[in-house]
């Protein structure tokens, strides 16, 4: 039997928890001694470690376990890699007027925004449209099949868009005089 998508949601998050206690805060408390370390200079060791409660021994453990985990820079993408992604994929979204990127904003903020979303957001966001009784919003069906245009990582953009107030970077269909 097919684990339905909440299964999956639940267990992908559960993972993460598990990754958080026993990877992600393990190395931030290393690298948080190494810092102090680093910052008491002469005597840092046995100062942190006095101040810590644990041997010299643990001190030097954490460092060497900071040491190790240190992502090689060279080998790391740069750290706003991922906004300037979303800001190219923005670029390609195919213009909208002002009132639909609106609606669209008001369906984003008031619905829940989960793991589920990154499979297909075009698509979901397009059934939220179908489903809701948007005021002023002249043809639902054509802002519908729009969002489904999009590509998962455009729909993505649009969503961060909207989810930040960011509409302005959102493209706009030119207005005749």
């Known amino acids: ?44 060791r046995a100062a942190v470690a006095a101040h810590l409660g644990i041997s010299v021994g643990a001190v030097d453990q954490a460092i060497k376990n900071a040491r190790e985990d240190m992502p090689d820079s060279r080998f790391a993408l740069p750290e706003d890699t991922l906004s300037r992604v979303l800001a190219l994929e923005i670029a390609g979204v195919p213009p909208l007027a002002p009132g639909e990127w609106d609606a669209v904003a008001y369906l984003v903020r008031g619905t829940v925004i989960d793991a589920v979303w990154l499979e297909q957001p075009g698509e979901l966001l397009a059934q939220e449209i179908e489903d809701a009784d948007l005021p002023g919003l002249a043809d639902p069906a054509t802002l519908a099949t729009a969002c489904r245009s999009w590509t998962r990582i455009q729909g993505v953009a649009v969503l961060d868009c909207c989810l930040r107030g960011r509409l302005e970077i959102l493209p706009l269909h030119k207005v005749e005089p």
Do not use: H, K, N, Y
């Not at 949601?9 to 559960?14: F, G, I, N, Q, S």
């Not at 958080?20 to 840092?44: K, L, Q, S, W």
């Open 1 to 44: 039997m097919p684990e339905s998508t909440w299964q999956q949601v639940l267990d992908r998050e559960l993972a993460e928890i598990d990754r958080t206690r026993f990877e992600v805060i393990p190395a931030r408390r290393a690298a948080a001694i190494t810092t102090a370390v680093r910052a008491v200079g002469r005597g840092g």
